[in-house]
């Protein structure tokens, strides 16, 4: 079964940085799309970031500049690098991939990682 796991959440001050990681398990072909997701308390889940696998990126208008969308060189891992990170930022995030296709495919969640940004 394929199992997604976020990992580098945490607590940080507002203008530090993070480095979140997705490492994917019970894979044997690369994702066709990752992306990260947020969900902040009595908010709805947002969209923050998207990576293709020819690695175009796509990012929320409230983290341009400031968050990298990666993936890595060992098959189906990811990184979101957080910078100046603010308290509007504090959300738990998810890691998401799938075998998308025009006729769609099967799609994947992780756990979820807690980021909070403190004033």
């Known amino acids: 079964q394929v199992q997604l796991v976020e990992s580098g959440g945490g607590l940080v001050q507002a203008g530090g940085s993070l480095r979140l990681d997705c490492a994917a398990s019970?894979?044997?072909?690369?994702?066709?799309?990752m992306a990260w997701y947020r969900q902040a308390p009595g908010k709805q889940r947002e969209l923050v970031a998207t990576i293709t696998r020819a690695g175009l990126t796509n990012y929320a208008d409230s983290v341009k500049g400031r968050f990298t969308i990666s993936r890595g060189n060992a098959k189906n891992t990811m990184y979101l690098q957080m910078e100046s990170l603010k308290p509007e930022d504090t959300a738990v995030y998810y890691c998401n991939a799938g075998y998308q296709t025009s006729s769609g495919g099967p799609e994947y969640w992780g756990q979820g990682t807690q980021v909070t940004v403190s004033s």
């Open positions: 019970g894979t044997i072909f690369s994702f066709n799309n």
